[in-house]
Every structure is written in structure tokens, then in C-alpha cells.
């Protein structure tokens, strides 16, 4: 993306509050205007003084476009930073919102705090380009477009000058943005793994702690700190010597002007008053061109900054775009997979070929070692991802036909790891239901057998969870989870080794819970515990993505197959319930 495009771009944000935007630039064109003309005054105040003139017209003239430059500065500063700081939280919160609507697919594969980089460093780099545009940008543009012809009116032989200078600012900057290109962009991406590992890190300081990780990590950082310096450097060096070369060209031409305008007033040409109007222009136009220069750095490091933003917003969520779904009816709750395939992208992981009909109100529980599938499964359910081929029926109907919310508004989960929100217990319980009152949030926690604990806790159901849930224990989060599953009263039920973090006495309080919830819910269970399948009406053993075998417990327990090796392996069978199958002998 060009420098002009991007630029445009970002100032297209600012469409939404034209009025405002109109007002704060026509103001600034004013004041560009004045800042042009206060050279021509104060050079006609001085020629008064050399021919003994009066000057209080003059100085009252000036007086009033100072009284206006103030008044005038004060509502573009005012009226500038509060819209672009509305602008700023505005984006933020609609990108946040698109992000966090991005289907799952987009978040593993970007990363959570790739896009957050992305997201934070887009908007405040948009904030800054607004900013300037309405304080310096226009105004600058302005005042260059009404400076030259002035300029020209009074004298030509020091417009060269002027010119002269314009030109060598603008040749210095267009060589070292040329030079900087690629390592502005090394830059951005060293900026991005510094907070991807800072990121990463803080979010596992217990396992990084446990472990006497931090040394070693805090040595890491420092490694893409040099890394990230070392890219930056030669960039800074640049726009050092950038700088540099513009003030040389500035004293070099303000001397011009100087010398020009003392021989052509030696020689009658011009008037002292002219030569300081030109002296003004000339301090003038290196005001204004060290703002162009800081303009093109600005939109230079700007550019890196929004390639990254720029591509979150040309994602495309396919839910987003089908607004128009019905919503899901659901009667009973029979649930049906059709030949559904799914392979997540690059890896040859996910489920082929899955027929599976689960009548409404009944239990299914998903076995099998790991990767073979079994979350997969309920993912594709929840519309989490979409198959590839195939079709999935709740009640007859293909949910990739329904709205997404009514789809999900049917579905409890339970996941294995127990997600808590840096809130309270209660909210964090009231994410199954808001609307609900505080006697239900009660129920379903004593439903859950997490009541007691809780209000033994110091704010009782106030108490914060912490971050992640760090402030509870692992069964304490995975009680409040089921709680939370139990106050959503969805007539689908999803339950990820839900009671894989209990002691045993929790764990069957807990059961007996889930037990009377799921008794008229059509339950999904993913278990690696053998043992809490046993009342489950249908057992799927899943394999390398596929449904090797299928039945119920009882039926499973008396085949030699794979799910009675589990069984025996965990010894809730012995060797001799199974019945042998006779050995193949190679002929």
C-alpha cells in the first residue's frame, strides 16, 4: 500500500463526523492564512519605523490577528483532540467487536496476541495521523499554497531561494524514506514479537515460575529488544541525518535571503520592510516543511503500523454476512451428523466421514486417545468451524441454515478448561444466563455443588475470580462452570471432561447435578475417565477421525475391541469378561 493510499484511508475514518471535521479545518485554513501575513506586517511595520511613518494602524492589525491566532489555535487543539480520541475508542471498540466475532479458525491461526498488537497499534497510529492532520497537516498545505504566489508578488530572485529550499527538503526526505522502507518494516515486525512474548509469558507466569523459567525468559526478551534495536537503529540514523540536512538547507537559505535582500536594498531595489517580510516567509517555510518532513516520517512508520489493521479489517466473517438466517427451532433436541469431514487448515488432523444419530433427550459419549477427533465433533455442533463436506441436523434442520446466535443460545458447554473472566463469581456464572435472577444464579450453583463454597468465600458470590480464574482452585472453577451451564438451561448439553478437576466426593455431587439437568438434554460427553460414561445411552470411539466403534457401554464391554482394551487397562473389567477372539495364524 502507497504512502497517499494509506494515508487516505485513515483519514476516511473521519467521514462519520463531517460537520465536526469542517469546522476545525476551516479554521485552520484561517490561521494558515494569517500565519502568511504577519511577515507582510511586521515588514510594513518596520519600513514605518525607517521612514518615520505611523505604525499603529499596523501594530493594531497585527494585534488583532495575534488576539484571532490564539483564539483560533484553542478551538482546533479543543475541537481536534476530542474528536480524534472519540474517533480512536469508536474504532477500537467496532474492531474489538469484529475480532472477537472472527471464527475460531482466524484466532489460531493469527494468534491472540497478534491480533491485539494489530488492533492497538492500528488505532493509536490512526488517532496520531488525525491529530496532525487537523492541527498541522492542512494548515500546512495551506499556508505553502498561499506563501509561494505571495512570495512571488514581492519579490522573484528571493522566491528562488525559497523554492530552492522547498526542493531540497522534499529531495532529502524521498531518499531516506526510499532507504528506510525495509527496515521500518523489520521494525514493526520485531515490535510484534516483543509483544507476543510479553504477552505470551505474563499470561503463564505460574507454569514460567514453578518451572524458574523467568531468567531464561527475561533473557529471551532482551534478545528481540536487541534484535528490535538493531533493526531500528539504521532507520533512526537516517532520519537523524534527514534532519540534519534539512537545517543545513534552511541556514543555508535564510543566509540567501539575508545577503540577496541586503544588496538589493543597498541597490534601491527592495525596502528594509520587504527584506523582513522575506525573512519571515523564510522562517515560515522551514517551520512548515520540517512539518511536512514530520509528516512523512509520521505516515512512513504509520504505513507499517496499518498494514497489519488495515488486513483485519478486510477480514471477512461468513456469519456476518448471512444475516438473513432463520432461527433455530428446537422441539425435542435430536441431534444428527451426516458424512461430515473437517480438516483444519495445514494439518491433517480433524474427522471423516462421521454418521451418528443422537435421539432428542438422550446421552453420547465421545471416547477415544487424543487428537482422534472427539472436540472436533462438538466444534463443528457449535458452528465453532464449518465441514467441509456433509451436513449436521438439530431437529431436522441444517445448522448451517439457522442464525448463529439462536444456534448457540441452544447449546450449554462445559469445556475442560474451566474459562473464568477477571469478574466476579457471580458474573462469571451469569455469563450462562444475564437476565437472570439472583435466586436462579443460587439454584444453579447449588445445582452445581459450588453454593457452599461460595459463600464461605469473603464477598461471597462478589468475590473476584481473579484473572483466568487464578483467585479459585481448579475444582472451584470447574464447579462455577457447570453452574454456568446449568443457569443457560439449553436443551444441548456439552460436557468437555466436566468433572475432570474434582475430588471424588465433589466429582459425584457434582454428577448427580449434571445427571438430573441432562435427564430430558441431549448430552454430548468428550470423557477420558471411562468411568463416567457408563450411564451414557450411545459410546462413540473415535480413531484417527473416524467412528471405529459404537454401541453402549454393556455392548462395548463385551467386544474385544478397542474400548474394552480401555476398560481393562483402567481395570474396571478383568481379562477373563472379555471374550477372546480366535488369533489369525499366516498361512
Not at 474492531?95 to 492500528?122: F, V
Not at 488432523?349 to 462421521?354: F, L, M, V, Y
Not at 473389567?573 to 480366535?582: C, G, V
Request: charged share 20%; with cysteine; glycine share 6%.
Amino acid at each position: 500500500m502507497t504512502l497517499t493510499k494509506t494515508y487516505l484511508r485513515a483519514l476516511a475514518y473521519l467521514s462519520a463526523e463531517k460537520r465536526h471535521v469542517a469546522l476545525i479545518c476551516t479554521v485552520n485554513v484561517l490561521l494558515a492564512a494569517t500565519a502568511v501575513f504577519e511577515p507582510i506586517l511586521l515588514g510594513r511595520v518596520f519600513d514605518a519605523i525607517a521612514t518615520n511613518g505611523a505604525i499603529s494602524t499596523s501594530l493594531l492589525f497585527w494585534g488583532a490577528l495575534g488576539l484571532f491566532n490564539i483564539a483560533g489555535f484553542v478551538i482546533v487543539a479543543r475541537q481536534s483532540d476530542r474528536l480524534s480520541h472519540r474517533n480512536r475508542l469508536s474504532l477500537l471498540a467496532r474492531n474489538y467487536e469484529k475480532i472477537m466475532q472472527l471464527p475460531l479458525s482466524w484466532h489460531h491461526k493469527r494468534g491472540t496476541s497478534h491480533a491485539l498488537h494489530s488492533l492497538l497499534r492500528g488505532v493509536d497510529a490512526l488517532s496520531g495521523l488525525w491529530l496532525e492532520f487537523m492541527r498541522n497537516h492542512l494548515s500546512t498545505a495551506v499556508a505553502l499554497l498561499i506563501l509561494l504566489p505571495t512570495a512571488i508578488y514581492l519579490d522573484y530572485r528571493l522566491t528562488l531561494v525559497l523554492v530552492a529550499l522547498g526542493v531540497a527538503y522534499t529531495t532529502i526526505s524521498r531518499i531516506v524514506m526510499k532507504k528506510t522502507d525495509s527496515g521500518q518494516r523489520a521494525v514493526e515486525k520485531y515490535h510484534q514479537q516483543v509483544f507476543s512474548h510479553v504477552a505470551d509469558t505474563v499470561s503463564n507466569v505460574s507454569l514460567l515460575q514453578s518451572y524458574h523459567r523467568v531468567p531464561a525468559e527475561v533473557q529471551s526478551l532482551r534478545g528481540f529488544t536487541t534484535q528490535l534495536l538493531n533493526a531500528q537503529y539504521p532507520v533512526l540514523d537516517w532520519w537523524a541525518l534527514a534532519a540534519a540536512m534539512h537545517r543545513l538547507s534552511s541556514t543555508i537559505s535564510m543566509g540567501a535571503v539575508l545577503a540577496v535582500g541586503a544588496m538589493l536594498v543597498e541597490s534601491g531595489q527592495m525596502r528594509i520592510g520587504e527584506v523582513i517580510a522575506f525573512t519571515g516567509f523564510a522562517g515560515l517555510l522551514i517551520s512548515r516543511l520540517d512539518q511536512v518532513a514530520a509528516f512523512f516520517t509520521q505516515i512512513f512508520e504509520a504505513r507499517a503500523k496499518l498494514i497489519e489493521f488495515y488486513a483485519i479489517e478486510h477480514e471477512k466473517d461468513p456469519e456476518a454476512e448471512r444475516t438473513n438466517l432463520p432461527d433455530l427451532q428446537v422441539r425435542e433436541g435430536s441431534v444428527t451428523f451426516e458424512e461430515v469431514s473437517f480438516a483444519y487448515p495445514g494439518a491433517s488432523s480433524g474427522i471423516r466421514n462421521i454418521t451418528v444419530s443422537v435421539p432428542a433427550g438422550k446421552t453420547v459419549a465421545i471416547v477415544g486417545p487424543t487428537g482422534s477427533g472427539k472436540t472436533t465433533m462438538v466444534s463443528l455442533l457449535q458452528r465453532a468451524y464449518s465441514p467441509d463436506s456433509g451436513r449436521i441436523l438439530i431437529d431436522g434442520q441444517d445448522i448451517a441454515g439457522v442464525s448463529l446466535r439462536s444456534l448457540r443460545r441452544s447449546i450449554a458447554t462445559v469445556f475442560q478448561d474451566s474459562c473464568m473472566l477477571n469478574r466476579s463469581i457471580e458474573e462469571n456464572i451469569r455469563l450462562g444466563r444475564d437476565a437472570a435472577s439472583n435466586r436462579d444464579v443460587e439454584d444453579a450453583s447449588r445445582a452445581a455443588a459450588a453454593h457452599d463454597f461460595i459463600v464461605a468465600k469473603g464477598s461471597g458470590y462478589s468475590t473476584p475470580a481473579g484473572e483466568r480464574g487464578a483467585q479459585l482452585s481448579g475444582g472451584e472453577r470447574q464447579r462455577i462452570a457447570v453452574a454456568r451451564a446449568v443457569l443457560k438451561n439449553a436443551p444441548i448439553l456439552v460436557l468437555d471432561e466436566a468433572t475432570s478437576a474434582l475430588d471424588v466426593e465433589t466429582e459425584m455431587q457434582v454428577k448427580n447435578a449434571l445427571d438430573e439437568i441432562r435427564r430430558d438434554k441431549t448430552t454430548f460427553v468428550i470423557a477420558h475417565r471411562l468411568s463416567t460414561v457408563r450411564d451414557a445411552d450411545l459410546i462413540l470411539y473415535m480413531d484417527e477421525g473416524q467412528i471405529v466403534e459404537s454401541g453402549s457401554y454393556d455392548q462395548l464391554a463385551t467386544q474385544d475391541g478397542r474400548f474394552a482394551e480401555l476398560l481393562r487397562i483402567g481395570g474396571l473389567i478383568a481379562d477373563h469378561e472379555i471374550p477372546k477372539m480366535p488369533e489369525l495364524v499366516a498361512a
